[in-house]
């Protein structure tokens, strides 16, 4: 229940923002319907009704009681968009209607008189769960009202997701370049007081003569008399009598949201000058910071709670001074801009759509029914990252958020991972420029590959080996070179030619070398390598060579297995997965049942302790998990999901049991929200991966190893289309004809 576009207010951007965000990322679960505020009806909308009837409350409620398919109502609430004292007619509906009730408050005034306070306490008496934006509201509603903690949810206002960018990335398209942009967006009312920038702005342009102060937005219609403007006629003169033509740029249109956004990353420093000090939330507000902008801001409930000294300046309501002074001394220092920049960009990332969808989704999950799982929309397939973080010598290791970071150098590493990545798309999609990328990344390996047949693992941003390769153990990614030229190999019928030559003679000079391998891990990665070379060529070497090391496995399986711990070593670390993988495999060359037996064995110990009570969770990289202790929590990484999601799908072709196909998306969804944090650990708009998750927040680097270790669990899945149908729901929670929510192409906020 709301207002809806091309109803113009924030309430309706809101609104349609969220339900599409929720439909976006749980469509399998929930669909939402619109139940529209408006006085006139308009053509689309199957449930509306005029919020100044009474008697409309009670049709509607009714109408809604007969339609079994809609099993909860979320109100968006706010005093003015019903009838009656504070909105009071509302009570009309919330007592015919049978189906259970959420709202989201969208104004929570302090110290209410009697009346208010009896409202707000009613409606909560109605509702199953209150969503609210602040803890400043949580507050007041808890001490001023005597609302009772359990029956708040605190969710933020929801932002929308943008690949991280500098101002001067942007600026050019807009022929910004050379200046220093400050700006407000949003719809323009003397509540805005745009004034005060502009009264402002003359002691700023004195010391940066570059400086343009962008006003973004349509007037708000309400401000709109006997069509005039009066207000944005007055703004204008005051641009004119202070002489600023040149440094003020209005923006008197409706614009697309795309471009909106790079309007605000192409800004140096976002003005938020409302003059209402009770404003519980703002969507402007909330929207810079996740456009990375530092802000100065008047001081009401939200900007004092979120904006600190790390993110921007607070000011005054209505004090110009404070103002030009706050916005020289950012203006002035780059350095402050861009460390409050990266705050912002990171404060806000809990706050992006999905998250906020994540989140609704849990308490519609937990009033309608608890033991329905939900079914995370798996996104689709994007390289765009991985494009991104490749160059003319191979993949960069890291990212500073999702910027290539070109001094960090190659790994062979990242570049056989990166290969493999390749050869699964290409073998799913058949896409020509796929074989560019397998070119190059299985020339870095032939570049790492010394005389002696082993391989260096460190080439520096120049193309040099690094001295680190002296230092540091490269068995690991040695073997890992070996699983990727496997790989290769494996597709001689949908391959080139020459690329099997190359990687065949990869694997020849490594020859003297691969039965030496010591460590479990490395053994794993040598066995997979080898069985995937022998599923095209015969080879009695290597076949000898995988029962070898997985007999050295056995071994080591047998001195440390006892009671409660079924494993190869007296503790669990990375990669654990590819383990009980290389001895599925090693029975799948040899047939020898012990393999069989250990890989079930050890698996299911494994399985054991990262799915508990319905969770998953990756064993932690702070102290890993040491035998007869209690693990470590936190610090989980996407190669540990990655590879459980490989182990399973391996484990699942061979013994079709389907609790490991239900764990596999279990462990997939992890990526998409499925977590402790209920937050994305994947990018959809720049197709990179966070490099962690951690207690309190996502890695937002999104650097090779998590980047191309999600695509090869985005792969897998995409052999288990229909996955979610393994756990049935039966119900849909929330029954809806999806073509009725509308693109919110205009977002308008308060």
């Avoid at 910027?403 to 990545?421: C, E, H, K, M, Q």
Wanted: charged share 25%; with cysteine.
């Amino acid at each position: 229940m709301s207002t809806f576009p091309p109803t113009t207010c924030g309430i309706a951007t809101y609104t349609t923002d969220t339900m599409q965000s929720i439909q976006r990322k749980f469509g399998k679960s929930f669909e939402c319907e619109e139940l529209e505020i408006v006085k006139a009806q308009k053509p689309g909308f199957s449930y509306h009704f005029n919020p100044q009837k009474k008697q409309e409350y009670i049709r509607i409620a009714e109408d809604i009681n007969r339609n079994p398919e809609i099993r909860l109502i979320h109100i968006q609430h706010e005093f003015g968009l019903f009838g009656g004292a504070y909105g009071s007619y509302l009570f009309e509906f919330l007592k015919k209607t049978d189906k259970p009730v959420v709202m989201t408050f969208h104004t929570v005034l302090p110290r209410p008189n009697p009346e208010l306070k009896s409202v707000v306490q009613k409606l909560v008496k109605y509702s199953h769960q209150i969503f609210i934006m602040t803890q400043q509201s949580v507050k007041i509603l808890v001490e001023d009202y005597g609302i009772p903690e359990e029956k708040l949810a605190l969710i933020e206002h929801g932002t929308h997701m943008v690949a991280w960018k500098s101002p001067e990335e942007v600026k050019e398209k807009y022929g910004f370049q050379g200046r220093l942009v400050l700006s407000t967006f949003g719809l323009l009312g003397t509540g805005k007081s745009i004034e005060t920038a502009l009264y402002a702005l003359p002691e700023i342009v004195e010391q940066h003569p570059d400086a343009l102060y962008l006003i973004i937005g349509k007037t708000h219609p309400g401000n709109i008399k006997n069509n005039r403007d009066n207000y944005r006629k007055f703004l204008k003169s005051l641009v004119d009598q202070l002489e600023l033509s040149a440094h003020v740029k209005f923006y008197d249109s409706y614009l697309e949201l795309n471009q909106l956004l790079e309007l605000l990353q192409a800004t140096d420093v976002y003005l938020f000058t409302s003059k209402d000090p009770n404003q519980a939330v703002s969507g402007t507000f909330s929207y810079a910071m996740s456009c990375a902008c530092p802000i100065i801001a008047t001081t009401n409930p939200h900007t004092k709670e979120i904006l600190n000294h790390e993110l921007g300046i607070l000011i005054e309501i209505g004090d110009h001074k404070q103002l030009s002074e706050a916005a020289i001394k950012l203006l002035s220092d780059k350095k402050l801009r861009e460390f409050m920049a990266v705050q912002a960009y990171t404060k806000t990332s809990s706050s992006v759509w999905d998250n906020i969808a994540i989140q609704h989704a849990r308490v519609y999950q937990d009033i309608l029914d608890k033991n329905e799982p939900l079914k995370f929309s798996k996104p689709k397939i994007k390289l765009d990252h991985l494009k991104r973080l490749t160059t003319e010598k191979g993949m960069i290791q890291f990212s500073r958020i999702s910027t290539p970071d070109r001094d960090s150098g190659y790994t062979l590493d990242d570049n056989a991972r990166a290969l493999i990545v390749m050869l699964m798309h290409y073998k799913i999609f058949r896409t020509s420029e796929d074989l560019n990328y397998i070119d190059l990344y299985l020339s870095f390996i032939e570049r790492c590959q010394t005389k002696a047949g082993n391989f260096v693992n460190y080439i520096d941003e120049h193309n040099k080996v690094h001295i680190k390769n002296d230092y540091v153990n490269l068995e690991d990614s040695n073997t890992r070179a070996i699983w990727a030229l496997g790989q290769v190999v494996s597709e001689a019928h949908n391959l080139p030619p020459e690329y099997i030559k190359r990687a065949k003679s990869c694997m020849d000079k490594a020859r003297t070398w691969i039965p030496g391998v010591l460590s479990p891990r490395s053994i794993a990665f040598t066995i997979k390598g080898l069985y995937l070379y022998l599923e095209n060529f015969e080879d009695e070497e290597f076949k000898k060579a995988i029962e070898d090391l997985a007999q050295n496995l056995i071994s080591r399986y047998d001195l440390n297995r006892e009671k409660d711990w079924e494993w190869f070593e007296e503790y669990l670390t990375y990669a654990n997965s590819i383990l009980p993988e290389a001895m599925l495999l090693a029975f799948l060359t040899t047939g020898k049942k012990v393999y069989k037996k250990t890989a079930l064995e050890s698996f299911e110990f494994l399985l054991s302790k990262i799915y508990k009570n319905g969770d998953f969770k990756v064993v932690s990289n702070k102290g890993w998990h040491q035998k007869h202790t209690e693990p470590e929590k936190y610090g989980e990484q996407p190669i540990d999901v990655a590879y459980t999601i490989q182990a399973l799908d391996l484990f699942y072709q061979h013994f079709k049991n389907p609790a490991y196909k239900i764990k596999m998306e279990k462990a997939f969804n992890w990526f998409l929200g499925d977590n402790h944090l209920n937050r994305i650990v994947y990018n959809p708009v720049t197709g990179g991966c966070g490099d962690g998750l951690e207690k309190e927040n996502v890695n937002l680097n999104q650097g090779a190893e998590s980047t191309v270790c999600y695509l090869m669990a985005r792969l897998i899945m995409e052999s288990y289309p229909d996955t979610s149908a393994s756990e049935p729901f039966q119900d849909n929670s929330l029954r809806t004809k999806r073509r009725r929510v509308r693109k919110a192409s205009r977002p308008e906020f308060r």
